[in-house]
Nanobody, 115 residues
Framework: QVQLVESGGGLVQAGGSLRLSCAAS????????MGWYRQAPGKQRELVAT??????TYYPPSVKGRFTISRDNNKAVYLQMNSLKPDDTAVYYC??????????WGQGTQVTVSS
């Protein structure tokens, strides 16, 4: 089992920045890919960023150039969010995936961007 706990969410004005953190505990040696997802009210959960065990990253066009994902081995994963927009408002979730493809999720942290 892997436990993930997010922190760092909050209220920020458009154009501002936030840094999200996700602390991992438990069987962290089994974690391969880690990532961030978000879900806005009435919308499906969507991918924000992923980072592999060796540091390969992926961003969808909606956040590329504004968000940066990083990780501290399997202990933590971070999301630096710059130039935030009201459309970035959502609950942000941390996810870890083990080598068997099983997903672990955190409880989420709210990010609200005011215009």
């Amino acid at each position: 089992q892997v436990q993930l706990v997010e922190s760092g969410g909050g209220l920020v004005q458009a154009g501002g920045s936030l840094r999200l953190s996700c602390a991992a505990s438990g069987s962290i040696a089994a974690v391969n890919t880690m990532g961030w997802y978000r879900q806005a009210p009435g919308k499906q959960r969507e991918l924000v960023a992923t980072i592999s065990r060796i540091g390969t990253t992926y961003y969808p066009p909606s956040v590329k150039g504004r968000f940066t994902i990083s990780r501290d081995n399997n202990k933590a994963v971070y999301l630096q969010m710059n130039s935030l927009k009201p459309d970035d408002t959502a609950v942000y979730y941390c996810k870890g995936q083990n080598y068997a493809g099983f997903d672990y999720w955190g409880q989420g942290t709210q990010v609200t961007v005011s215009s």
